[in-house]
């Protein structure tokens, strides 16, 4: 091949390679494990992640490595937000003395406690709230750094193949 030929093809080929690691570092897969986010999702469940620049949203749903073990990941629901004040009582969940809808669960939420929210702190419960563990009521808030991989789409079992949140 010519010299004028190849740059072009390392070129083109450079691109495809940059392109593809851009890909593999924004997205992940995810095997999910327990029922803690159940019903949206369950054991069972295979997802991807999107690592984008989008703020943190109260009901992302999102993928965190556990705090003391780096290679155990946690997948749990934003309810609250810098700034906030969170308060569990008589089952509810409160943001700021007001109660929260919560369309995601059907499950109440104890024990009863107070979180005041740092500027980049979150907080994070599981769907199922009486089988959810490693949320933020046992790890405590946590950092907005820590909470950029978001779930958005189920891939398998096909029958339940599409967007999440």
């Not at 609250?80 to 008589?90: D, W």
């Amino acid at each position: 091949m010519p010299k004028t030929r190849r740059l072009p093809a390392m070129l083109a080929a450079g691109v495809a390679g940059l392109a593809a690691g851009s890909i593999y570092n924004r997205f992940g897969r995810f095997a999910i494990s327990d029922a803690s986010m159940t019903p949206a999702l369950r054991s069972g469940d295979y997802v991807v992640t999107d690592r984008s620049d989008r703020p943190a949203r109260r009901g992302d749903i999102v993928v965190l490595e556990y705090p003391s073990h780096s290679s155990f990941f946690l997948v749990k629901r934003i309810v609250g937000l810098p700034g906030e004040r969170l308060t569990i009582r008589s089952g509810r969940l409160l943001v700021d003395g007001i109660t929260l809808d919560e369309p995601w669960t059907i499950d109440e939420t104890g024990p009863d406690g107070e979180w005041e929210l740092g500027p980049e702190r979150a907080f994070v419960l599981g769907d199922a709230r009486w089988m959810s563990s490693g949320d933020s009521r046992e790890i405590g808030p946590v950092p907005l750094e820590r909470l950029t991989m978001r779930v958005v789409f189920r891939y398998w079992p096909f029958k339940r193949f599409g967007r999440v949140g």
